[in-house]
């Protein structure tokens, strides 16, 4: 197994033992980057609302944006990131007739509630300062 290992490092790839670390990060668009990171019981509620009624709890996640909710779209302003969760919630009631949009807005809530779990466990791994 040694003589594999320098043999792959010879050849200029790196083994397991090298201690390569990887980061993987997913590049996100303008829409799925403009979904805000709620508080867990608002993106559960968002989530059962677009299960029912697509785009309706999309629409209600673009107001908690302008109560401060965080996204992924630091550079702009909260105003641009409103309007672009507002078209969301648009293009996914306009296309639930044809099944997409209904679909479309099953998955932002579940990124919504995937989002806000995330949120909560970096929120733990920070110390408070009293």
């Known amino acids: 197994m040694d003589q594999k290992d320098?043999?792959?490092n010879e050849k200029?790839?790196?083994s397991s033992t090298s201690g390569?670390?990887?980061q993987v990060r997913e590049k996100k668009g303008a829409l799925r980057a403009a979904i805000p990171y709620m508080p867990f019981p608002v993106?559960?509620?968002c989530l059962f609302l677009n299960t029912f009624v697509p785009g309706l709890g999309t629409f209600i996640s673009a107001f908690t944006v302008l109560c401060g909710a965080r996204t992924d779209l630091p550079d702009r302003h909260m105003c641009c990131v409103f309007w672009l969760n507002i078209a969301a919630a648009f293009i996914q009631i306009v296309t639930a007739i044809v099944m997409v949009g209904w679909i479309m807005s099953i998955f932002w809530g579940m990124d919504m509630v995937i989002l806000a779990i995330s949120e909560g466990y970096r929120e733990q791994a920070i110390p408070q300062q009293l």
């Open 43 to 45: 993106a559960v509620i």
């Open 20 to 22: 390569v670390v990887v």
């Open 12 to 14: 200029g790839v790196s």
């Open 6 to 8: 320098t043999e792959m």
